[in-house]
């Protein structure tokens, strides 16, 4: 059963892994919702609460998350879930 939800990219502006990230996402043709936790406190406390964690980027998408990454670092952890992977449309094979 998929539930087809957006996932969700929690930012801070001056942060360039989340730059960097967004520009993967970007590329990848992957529909983000962006959460600037700075300009949102209840965004950093659903962050917090999820990942135990207050540094981004970090992406979320229905059971799958990775906290705190780098590009490389997200690639690496999401080609250990083959069906998020396909899910998200991302193409990893040319990394």
């Known amino acids: 059963m998929s539930r087809k939800t957006t996932p969700i990219l929690y930012v801070k502006p001056a942060c360039p892994w989340c730059r960097e990230a967004l520009t993967f996402f970007n590329a990848q043709g992957v529909d983000l919702d962006v959460r600037d936790v700075l300009k949102n406190a209840k965004d950093m406390d659903a962050m917090v609460a999820l990942s135990g964690q207050t540094k981004t980027p970090t992406f979320e998408y229905e059971d799958f998350m990775v906290a705190d ?3 490389d670092e997200f690639v690496a952890e999401l ?3 083959p069906e998020v992977q396909h899910q998200l449309g991302i193409s990893v094979s040319d990394m």
């Open 69 to 71: 990454f780098s590009v």
């Open 79 to 81: 080609s250990e879930f």
